[in-house]
């Protein structure tokens, strides 16, 4: 008897005939493929993953701050170094300048080490990346021969296809969007921060753990340098006086010109200062009134105080303060702020259980609340709040030695964010002030006693 088989012709399997038993038929099957190697496409999977942890947005970010502090400190060197020139009498202010313009040296110094070892560090991982990636293209080329059916070939051209699809659809004239771009600033995006770059300990260090510094965005003529300081002076609550400074080495130094201005001899009383979230803007010191629901303003020429009141149910005496997990700030509950485009208001009201508010205040002849904003975060969440080119943003306490910048509310559109991860490297534990200054782009920060500063980055 004779046993035919029959076989499909195939390319990829053949089958060979064997001897016939009497009583069984045998087929042999053979793969004439090669085997993938798996192991190839996990190592080559691994060090993609590796690539990817090793280079991130950040290390370019961290490049870029470094360069623009470098950028921004230069000039300002050389503007102190050219005042040194113009007012060296040999004596006290010689030696105040000389001290400031050293300790900019060294931090330059600082920040070009830094720069430097950045660099060096971006160039090795650039060389060695540069290598891996030659490596994971010549092992994908060589995995790529295993695809006979050519799926990753296809899958190339319809992405390609798609590609130039989207190219194609950008090109259709479209609308102009009815709102502008996030927020409003001539120097683009607030991206992030770096610092600190001051550290001041003032003339009484340690003493007056709550209290508020900074400059005035828009100066009288002859105090473009001046400086101000409030220190919370009874039982870290209320104080009746603002402390002027006519320059940064002599808030440094200690030395106090014209000294104390005070609002009232008594202190607290009416109108004096409740809280330590205080402002100095056009010649006049804004802060919450004492045991009011209102915002004074007191101007610091005729030593007048004018008085607004807040929204009726607004939170105030402490009942509306800013919180983490382990406390409350007393008496927090109106923030003020500056930026460019003038004076704001942040508190919170019962109607809106808790949640911060913002209003700008109309700084004219009859100083006035204007527009109102309510926003979705709740103030006891929040450690503090700052003002940038018409943007909110919110604090909130990480540990010890860092805060972070998590929510934004832009006026001009109303849109929050609620990611930032901007991120504050603390000096001390707890920041009981911040205030930007659209002056000089820092952010003043009054830290248990000590007075710190940031610089603020744009994109």
């Not at 390319?11 to 190839?40: G, M, W, Y």
């Not at 070939?153 to 190219?167: D, V």
């Amino acid at each position: 008897m004779k046993l035919y088989v029959i076989v499909p012709l195939c390319a990829l399997i053949t089958f060979t005939q064997q001897a016939p038993s009497r009583d069984k038929c045998v087929c042999e099957f053979t793969n004439s493929e090669r085997p993938f190697p798996h192991d190839k496409l996990s190592a080559a999977e691994d060090n993609a993953s590796r690539c990817n942890t090793n280079i991130t947005p950040q290390k370019t970010l961290e490049l870029e701050s470094l360069l623009l502090g470098l950028e921004r400190r230069l000039p300002r060197l050389q503007e102190d170094v050219s005042i040194l020139e113009r007012e060296d009498d040999g004596e006290l202010y010689g030696v105040i300048s000389l001290q400031v313009i050293e300790n900019e040296l060294l931090e330059i110094m600082q920040l070009m080490d830094k720069l430097n070892s950045t660099t060096l560090e971006h160039q090795h991982l650039t060389t060695n990346a540069t290598k891996q990636l030659e490596d994971l293209k010549a092992e994908m080329d060589e995995l790529e021969t295993f695809d006979t059916m050519q799926v990753v070939k296809r899958q190339r051209e319809n992405q390609l296809l798609k590609s130039n699809l989207t190219k194609c659809r950008d090109k259709r004239p479209t609308m102009q969007p009815s709102q502008p771009p996030y927020g409003n600033c001539p120097r683009g995006q607030f991206r992030n921060i770096t610092g600190p770059w001051k550290f001041i300990e003032g003339e009484y260090p340690g003493s007056h753990k709550y209290g508020a510094w900074g400059r005035d965005p828009k100066p009288e003529a002859g105090k473009e340098s001046w400086h101000w300081l409030v220190m919370l002076t009874s039982g870290n609550k209320y104080s009746n006086y603002v402390r002027l400074y006519s320059s940064l080495s002599a808030l440094i130094v200690g030395q106090s010109t014209p000294g104390n201005v005070e609002i009232s001899p008594s202190n607290p009383t009416d109108n004096t200062i409740q809280g330590p979230n205080v402002v100095m803007y056009r010649g006049a010191l804004y802060y919450n009134c004492y045991n009011q629901d209102e915002v004074c303003r007191f101007n610091l020429t005729s030593k007048t105080v004018t008085n607004i009141k807040l929204p009726k149910g607004t939170r105030y005496n402490s009942k509306g303060n800013f919180c983490h997990l382990e406390k409350c700030y007393p008496f927090t509950d109106l923030d003020l702020a500056t930026d460019e485009s003038g004076i704001w208001v942040i508190y919170t009201t019962n109607q809106d259980f808790g949640n911060l508010v913002l209003s700008k205040l109309e700084d004219d002849e009859q100083f006035r609340l204007g527009q109102t904003w309510h926003t979705s975060v709740n103030k006891q969440g929040v450690t503090n709040t700052f003002m940038v080119c018409g943007v909110l943003y919110a604090t909130r306490f990480i540990d010890k030695e860092t805060e972070e910048i998590f929510y934004s509310f832009d006026t001009t559109t109303g849109v929050e964010r609620l990611n930032l991860g901007i991120f504050i490297k603390k000096m001390y534990p707890n920041i009981l002030s911040l205030n930007y200054s659209p002056v000089d782009q820092m952010l003043h920060a009054y830290c248990d006693s000590y007075m710190v500063s940031y610089k603020v980055l744009f994109s």
